[in-house]
């Protein structure tokens, strides 16, 4: 088989002179475009073998076709590459909003220091910074004071000329362009402020402050500001009535005063004091109270045994203030004198006892609060009658006791020694009803009324005084103790020694 490689090399070969045909053209020509390649290749790889046909022509075997060069295959697979899908066109780019809260934080003879809050609404694209504008009062011709945006949200205003009274806001920039602007309210004069204001409320006033309903109200309120601040005073967020309430006020402090105070006089005043663009305020709460009126009713609700019970309702008055208790009184019908039963008591009803069996009561309540009692007082319009009832005393049977007993000795005699010439005493203690009858026996006889003995018997306790004893006086004593339910003994032994004598009084 004829091999192919050989034709390929000379159309190889031809190829340049394909580029010197084209070589002499006055004009580059315009790049073709991606679409018309594959079919400029296929034109040109017929071109080259026509050309080298002659050359050929004495060649034995038949020229087969000319495959296409690499190139041409190249163009020809290119339109079958997947495209890229398109990309979704960016979103739109927004201003943010406005700036928020910008005020004054200080300032000076040559400069000023505003403070603001970022906007609420920064979007996508995000927030580059701000740009801080200024125009003298009365023009509109605005001017940026800052080369850079500024990135924070505090700005210092400088190299301003004393005097001057400037127009001052604030721009939020992003990729979007300019927000609208913020701005100072008022114009501000450059100047240097010696002194803010400050109000130096007293602690007694920062609480709620309580007067009695025709109490002269005088209060000063200090307060310090540099030059001499501005005072101005309302009530509950208006104007004061300058009828009731006179204002005093100094370079330190400032005055309210009220001649004779009424319950109309309450409320919530405040003073503010104010130096060129800087204030402060305070406020104090005055309440002004007197007696509460009474109970808008009572009444006897209930009445049983020896009790009653009372309901009421609370005043249709209070005095300004919270009722703090009630005073509860009754009468009997038949005196007409008023007792008090209950003081500072919190409900509003209540029971009361230890009625008197047969007797007609009334009852009435006072209201109290911080001031004290009301001056007057609801009385019940019905009466409280305790009525009799019937009973049948009947007192038990109680059988009396029987305190007889017969006698019994609580203490016995115990043995005893003692000496010649030395007195001696025995004891014992007995009990028994009726009260027994004592008596001392020596070995058994008895003593009697012998004075060299002496006998006691005081409350049950008995006792025998055996006066100087004497080598005849020991032995055995008893004591027995008698009366109708029986009789008891007691016995001893007594042991009388003789003195020693010592040898030297013997000689």
């Known amino acids: 088989m004829p091999s192919k490689p050989a034709p390929i090399k000379k159309a190889a070969k031809k190829e340049p002179a394909k580029k010197e045909e084209k070589a002499p053209e006055p004009e580059p020509a315009p790049e073709p475009a991606p679409e018309p390649a594959p079919e400029a290749a296929p034109a040109e790889a017929e071109a080259a073998p026509a050309e080298a046909a002659p050359a050929e022509a004495p060649a034995e075997e038949p020229k087969p076709p000319t495959p296409p060069p690499a190139d041409a ?64 009062d009365g023009t509109d011709d605005w001017k940026a004071v800052n080369e850079d945006v500024q990135k924070s949200c505090r700005y210092i205003i400088k190299n301003q000329t004393t005097g001057d009274r400037l127009k001052i806001r604030v721009v939020a920039v992003n990729a979007g362009g300019r927000s609208p602007p913020v701005a100072l309210p008022e114009a501000v004069l450059v100047k240097e402020v010696a002194d803010r204001p400050k109000v130096r409320l007293p602690r007694f006033l920062r609480q709620r402050y309580v007067a009695n309903v025709g109490d002269k109200i005088n209060l000063t309120i200090p307060f310090t500001g540099k030059p001499k601040p501005v005072v101005s005073w309302t009530k509950n967020g208006g104007a004061l009535d300058t009828k009731r309430v006179n204002i005093r006020s100094t370079d330190r402090d400032s005055i309210l005063f009220i001649r004779a105070a009424e319950r109309e006089d309450s409320g919530v005043y405040e003073i503010c004091v104010k130096v060129d663009d800087f204030e402060d305020k305070a406020q104090l709460t005055l309440q002004i109270v007197e007696l509460p009126g009474p109970p808008a009713s009572v009444k006897v609700a209930d009445v049983w045994g020896f009790n009653v019970a009372l309901e009421w309702t609370a ?158 006086d020991g032995g055995v004593y008893s004591c027995k103790a008698i009366n109708d339910h029986g009789e008891a003994t007691v016995s001893c032994k007594l042991e009388v020694k003789q003195a020693v004598i010592p040898d030297a009084d013997k000689k």
């Open 73 to 136: 295959e190249a163009a020809e697979a290119a339109p079958e590459e997947p495209k890229a899908p398109t990309p979704p066109p960016p979103p739109p780019k927004e201003p943010t909003s406005a700036p928020l809260d910008l005020f004054i934080e200080d300032k000076n003879d040559t400069s000023v220091t505003i403070i603001w809050s970022q906007p609420e609404v920064i979007g996508i694209t995000g927030l580059d910074g701000y740009v801080i504008e200024v125009a003298k």
């Open 315 to 472: 005043p249709n008055d209070n005095g300004n203030t919270e009722i703090t208790g009630y005073t509860i009184q009754k009468a009997d019908k038949k005196t007409g004198d008023w007792f008090t039963v209950l003081e500072h008591y919190h409900r509003l009803n209540a029971t009361i006892s230890d009625l008197i069996m047969g007797n007609t009561y009334k009852f009435r309540v006072f209201s109290e609060n911080k001031c004290g009692i009301s001056e007057s007082c609801t009385i019940a319009k019905e009466e409280a009658k305790i009525l009799k009832t019937g009973i049948d005393y009947k007192p038990p049977d109680y059988k009396e006791h029987d305190f007889t007993e017969a006698p019994k000795f609580t203490t016995s005699l115990s043995d005893r020694s003692t000496t010649v010439g030395y007195s001696t005493k025995l004891l014992c203690s007995v009990r028994g009803f009726p009260k027994p009858k004592v008596q001392w026996m020596k070995n058994q006889m008895i003593i009697g009324e012998d004075p060299k003995f002496r006998q006691i018997c005081v409350q049950g306790i008995c006792s025998l005084e055996i006066r100087k004893p004497g080598n005849f």
